[in-house]
């Protein structure tokens, strides 16, 4: 372990050890908390061709997401980026013709997903090691850090993959603010909401721009990051938010915390790289940058969640 990560972990237990100075956690998915056997195996895979096809092709034919897309314009990215450039790569839409039918593609997608049973949705989808254990760990820390997800995917979508792998049961995920709960009802998860930023909530709609994989990303941490305070602002006692830290897998991860880092000056911001997908530790630990204690504090855990020093 580097001494940026005894740093970061001896941080992390400090803003836990007190009640009044709250953390927002915000994790991945894909990658993170879990792992996929594949897209052709994946219900969410599955559910971006559907969409594109039944919203914008007449039900024509529409291949896999892999089949069409160069890697790196679908991985690390949000459902918004992908299903507009799902859209161009396969039926020849113009991505501002497709973003004016961006909120009904997601509403399909989700609607796929919702007709089908937890076992389905989650098919082909493992937790990673550690995962379970240390949400229950998290759950029994309520009254000093909130958890969340920040992902690309669609809200709905993200509540019904939580249930089907049984991260949603260890009830370490907060619940939603009002503003959030308010802003888009996902039919038949009414009760399963949490707090977070997803790729339902904001699509630049910049598919040509590579950096956006990253900065729409940091916008929803920005997002989760106003639920987080609309929430403890809303509570009873003298509670704050002094620390959001993002934990991801992917190259998008490190540099959307990154960006959320440079969007304000009032909270510390950590960053949990996670060896667990498909970027290995150097990778990730190339992209994470200098440690500037109390601004930006950033660490590369190879084992993930799993590893002994995550919540230490």
């Known amino acids: 372990m580097t001494a940026s990560s005894v740093l970061f972990l001896s941080a992390l237990y400090t803003v836990f050890s007190f009640g009044h100075a709250f953390t927002l956690l915000t994790f991945d998915v894909d990658g993170t908390l879990v792992s996929s056997s594949g897209w052709a195996d994946s219900a969410h895979g599955r559910a971006y061709p559907y969409a594109v096809s039944k919203i914008l092709g007449q039900n024509k034919s529409v ?16 459902d918004g980026l992908i299903l507009l450039r799902l859209a161009r790569a396969a039926l020849d839409v113009p991505p501002k013709e497709a973003a004016a039918s961006l909120d009904e593609l997601m509403s399909c997608m989700y609607r796929y997903i919702s007709e089908l049973s937890d076992e389905e949705v989650g098919h082909g989808l493992t ?10 760990s998290l759950a029994k820390m309520k009254d000093e850090v909130m958890c969340g997800l920040v992902t690309g995917n669609v809200e709905g979508i993200a509540r019904r993959k939580m249930r089907s792998v049984g991260i949603y049961q260890t009830g370490a995920l907060s619940p939603t603010s009002n503003s959030q709960a308010r802003r888009r009802v996902w039919p038949g998860t009414e009760d399963l909401g949490f707090i977070g930023g997803f790729g339902s909530d904001y699509c630049s709609g910049d598919i040509d721009d590579a950096t956006r994989n990253y900065l729409d990303r940091g916008e929803q941490i920005s997002i989760a990051t106003d ?7 809303d509570s009873e006692g003298d509670v704050a938010l002094k620390r959001v830290v993002h934990i991801g ?3 998008a991860d490190v540099l959307a915390a990154k960006a959320f880092c440079e969007m304000q000056d009032e909270l510390c911001v950590g960053m949990v790289a996670v060896a667990t997908g498909s970027y290995g530790a150097d990778e990730l630990q190339g992209l994470v940058g200098e440690y500037v204690p109390g601004v930006w504090e950033p660490v590369v855990l190879e084992k993930g969640l799993a590893d002994p020093n995550f919540l230490r």
């Open 63 to 78: 291949k896999p997401v892999p089949d069409v897309l160069k890697r790196d314009d679908f991985h690390g990215s949000t």
């Open 127 to 136: 937790v990673l090691p550690g995962v379970l254990s240390t949400f229950e």
């Open 227 to 233: 639920r987080c305070r609309e929430v403890l602002n």
């Open 249 to 251: 897998d992917a190259p």
